[in-house]
């Protein structure tokens, strides 16, 4: 959320910033709604004060002249009762609206509508060069029993799967080796619920907008499952105010993720590309309102994953989020792109992020600073490592022409020594 403030005192720089990220949201609707209700909190106010002088003449008055003081008493109540019914209705309208009103990108962002007007950055590593004819990871894990989607669909519809034996514990070695990466990095280990509610997914910018995205219980529980780590992380000092000196604190968590990736029908079906469920690592940030560090920061969670799939021997590169592609709640998005054979080009892999104050003022989460103004946090996350988008670029990209998988030796200590995985194919 952005400040009201700074919304009405500049409402072309919030225009431009909702157009560049092709956004619509009502900012002169947010102007005038903001006059009203200042207009309204002043005229409350003096019909309260004026009450309550009238109150105390009523109690000092002589007994004839009380009946005309409480007859003009009970008038200023029933006025009071219906500019207070109007203060609440533009309340309530002011910050429907506000929720509606993306932040600002920076000037780095570049233009663009789609994903394919983002910007190339960097390319790190070469995509290898295959002497005989590569197969894909549904094609590996059909043929080595790593990958049943047939009997996933049946337990719990499409784009659900189950991994088996090699693949199973590939998972769980790549899973472990992100995590432990960013524990050696200084980062506070955390296992976070994965059910939250919803005023979880308004704080950290996914509701109201993204309600379409996210599974949700029914009727008896105001309770959402979160598509990432890093909703219950950013909001774990919902409604707090932190000492400035504990800050920054930096958290990675590794949890299941949900995502109904609606609006997506007949698009990547097969194998483990786009799915309903997965495992993923997320690194979050909380510090000082400081924008020179957030964007340090930032350097440095995109270099903490991209260490990752140097790590790996995976091909990669980067890109500046275009306005168009941009969230929300984001300032600025750099992903990561890992080369992925089977698609014949890089596949999105990791999405690092930075808000400023945006999910702070939300969620409501503050520091004291050290001149003992309180201000809100900013916050910054990004993923570290995603189960199923891993495992396809690992597997395609280290697979050996008899169909064994080599393992890059970063995971090997993970998978009890072992250098490869899967049976030579006859």
Not at 51 to 62: H, R, S
Not at 146 to 172: F, Q, T
Not at 289 to 313: F, K, V
Request: glycine share 8%; hydrophobic share 40%; proline share 4%.
């Amino acid at each position: 959320m952005l400040d009201l403030k700074f919304i009405v005192q500049n409402p072309d720089v919030v225009k431009a910033g909702a157009a560049k990220k092709r956004i619509p949201c009502d900012v002169d609707r947010i102007v005038a709604l903001d006059e009203e209700r200042r207009e309204l909190v002043g005229s409350v106010d003096a019909l309260r004060a004026a009450k309550k002088v009238a109150g105390k003449k009523i109690a000092e008055a002589a007994p004839a002249d009380r009946a005309a003081l409480v007859a003009a008493q009970s008038d200023d109540t029933g006025r009071l009762k219906e500019l207070e019914a109007k203060q609440k209705e533009v309340q309530e309208e002011l910050d429907a609206l506000l929720l509606l009103v993306p932040n600002v990108p920076a000037d780095e962002v570049p233009e663009g509508a789609t994903d394919a007007d983002n910007v190339e950055m960097r390319k790190v590593g070469v995509p290898r060069a295959f002497d005989f004819e590569p197969r894909s990871h549904s094609e590996l894990g059909e043929i080595h029993h790593w990958i049943d989607s047939v009997r996933g669909a049946r337990l719990s519809g499409s784009r659900n799967y189950v991994l088996l034996g090699d693949m199973a514990l590939l998972e769980h070695a790549i899973m472990r080796f992100a995590f432990d990466s960013m524990v050696a990095r200084g980062f506070t280990p955390l296992s976070v619920p994965t059910l939250v509610r919803r005023e979880t997914m308004v704080g950290t910018g996914y509701f109201p907008g993204g309600e379409d995205q996210a599974y949700r219980c029914d009727e008896r529980d105001d309770l959402c499952l979160v598509g990432t780590a890093e909703v219950p992380v950013t909001a774990l000092y919902q409604d707090e105010i932190l000492d400035g000196k504990d800050l920054p604190m930096k958290f990675v968590a590794q949890s299941t993720c949900y995502r109904r990736e609606a609006g997506t029908y007949g698009k990547d079906t097969k194998g483990l590309y786009r799915v309903h469920q997965f495992q993923k690592v997320e690194q979050v940030i909380l510090d000082i309102a400081d924008e020179a560090r957030s964007l340090a920061h930032h350097e440095a969670i995109l270099g903490n994953s991209e260490a990752i799939l140097q790590s790996l021997d995976l091909p990669y590169r980067v890109v500046n989020v275009c306005g168009g592609d941009l969230g929300q709640p984001q300032i600025q998005k750099f992903d990561i792109e890992t080369w992925m054979p089977s698609r014949e080009g890089y596949g999105e892999t990791h999405s690092a992020s930075r808000f400023h104050d945006f999910q702070a003022r939300r969620l409501n989460l503050r520091y004291r600073d050290e001149e003992g103004k309180v201000r809100h946090v900013h916050t910054l996350n990004n993923t570290v490592a995603a189960s199923t988008r891993m495992i396809i670029a690992l597997v395609e990209n280290h697979q050996n022409a008899d169909g064994t998988v080599s393992i890059p030796e970063a995971l090997q200590s993970y998978l009890g020594g072992r250098k490869s995985i899967g049976r030579p194919i006859e």
